[in-house]
């Protein structure tokens, strides 16, 4: 009896701990920093993601199409970073648009996202048919990440595949300037 | 005087050998160019090529692997098309384009593992030595090959339109390529794009 008694206590306090678990995180501040996390913006078809950040005036925009399942994609990522501070004073932007899969980005995105800097946007593009704004990117481009686009006053250039270093990524950047 | 121009003509075949080599780099296939067959180990450990395929009306080679998202996504299908397909004529070849030594996941032993697991019924071939994949002009995983019985390139692409869900894809690229050149006709479209993974070389 008093064996049964000491587990029923045990089991009860167990289960306390249990529902209090949740609770106490969402009272902690600390916490409700990592619950506001950045979301990324999350386009369905390639046309919008046309429209809404494409066309900007006289400044050279910097659209690099990365996955965090895609290994040499996340490996030149730092070069970015590096490479956004020489052009922090000019007319230069970054868009970093993920072709990661939407029904996972709880698990992948946003947690890659809130523990690795961007110096610019990132945009998840869900359009599933890639045959049909494949063109857009470059005509010899088939579909393998990474690929990195230049668009200045709607002129537009391509690097099909990664960088080696910084200074490459660099370099392409000031041919198009 | 004849050393002179015995020297010039070497030269100068040596001099568009060298520009040949540099000019046109192996690209891959096209649409339309003839396939050379290859000899690769399968997961059984015997070797296999496409004309050991008996009665075959064409070959659907398809570079593909274990690790890549994408060629995960796309495995039952790849295995509901041999299924399917093998029984018309046109078998599925799969052929694993990396670098071991890079992926691990897709070291021959994983190979075994993973087509035992989820009993393919096709041939999973390694690229041992990365020589078929820039022949064909494969650069992902998956990427699409279709062969007729010639083999002569028919269509290079994408399986369909949706990698992420089998259950929204709207255009079976691959499949309507097979139907096409079973009646003869040709495939619209003949190329298309898709993401993939980069083949990992060293």
């Given amino acids: 009896m008093k064996l049964i008694t000491f587990i029923s206590v045990v089991f009860l306090l167990f289960t306390i701990s249990c529902n209090n678990a949740p609770d106490k995180k969402e009272n902690n501040p600390a916490n409700d920093q ?6 990324p913006d999350v386009i369905t078809a390639f046309d919008q993601l046309d429209e809404k950040y494409f066309h ?21 990522l730092p070069y970015f970073n590096d490479v956004a501070k020489k052009y922090s004073s000019q007319k230069v932007k970054f868009l970093f648009i993920s072709l990661d899969f939407l029904n996972t980005i709880d698990k992948s995105l946003k947690p890659f996202i809130q523990q690795n800097p961007f110096n610019g946007d990132v945009v998840l593009l869900a359009d599933q ?20 686009m230049l668009i200045k006053n709607d002129k537009k250039s391509a690097h099909l595949g990664s960088f080696k270093n910084s200074d490459e990524l660099n370099s392409f950047i000031q041919s198009n300037l | 005087m004849k050393n002179y121009s015995k020297f010039l003509l070497v030269s100068s075949i040596a001099a568009f050998i060298a520009l040949t080599a540099f000019v046109s780099p192996p690209n891959g296939y096209k649409i339309g160019d003839k396939a050379a067959d290859f000899s690769l180990k399968g997961v059984d450990g015997k070797m296999h090529s496409l004309s050991e395929i008996k009665n075959a009306k064409g070959y659907i080679v398809i570079f593909t692997c274990n690790h890549c998202p994408y060629a995960k996504m796309y495995e039952d299908r790849i295995i509901a098309l041999h299924k399917k397909y093998s029984k ?7 052929i694993n384009p990396n670098d071991p030594e890079v992926v691990p996941e897709d070291s021959f032993e994983e190979m075994k593992t993973r087509s035992k697991e989820k009993n393919f019924g096709f041939n999973y071939l390694i690229d041992e030595k990365q020589t078929v994949f820039p022949q064909y002009g494969a ?3 998956p990427h699409v090959f279709l062969l007729d019985k010639n083999k002569v390139v028919r269509y290079i692409g994408a399986i369909d339109d949706n990698a992420q869900s089998s259950a929204e894809v709207k255009k079976k690229y691959l499949e309507l ?3 096409a050149i079973d009646k003869g006709k040709k495939p619209n479209p003949e190329t298309t794009k898709a993401l993939g993974c980069s083949i990992k070389t060293k």
Wanted: net charge negative; proline share 5%.
């Fill in chain 2, 88 to 94: 018309l004529g046109y078998p599925v070849v799969a």
């Fill in chain 1, 56 to 76: 900007l005036k006289d400044t050279l925009l910097v659209v690099n199409f990365w996955a965090t399942w895609c290994k040499p994609c996340v490996q030149e």
């Fill in chain 1, 34 to 39: 990592i619950t506001n996390i950045k979301t």
């Fill in chain 1, 129 to 148: 048919d890639v045959n049909n704004w494949a063109i857009n990117i470059d005509k010899n481009w088939d579909g393998a990440i990474p690929v990195t």
């Fill in chain 2, 177 to 179: 390529a097979i139907e």
């Fill in chain 2, 139 to 141: 650069t992902k995983t």
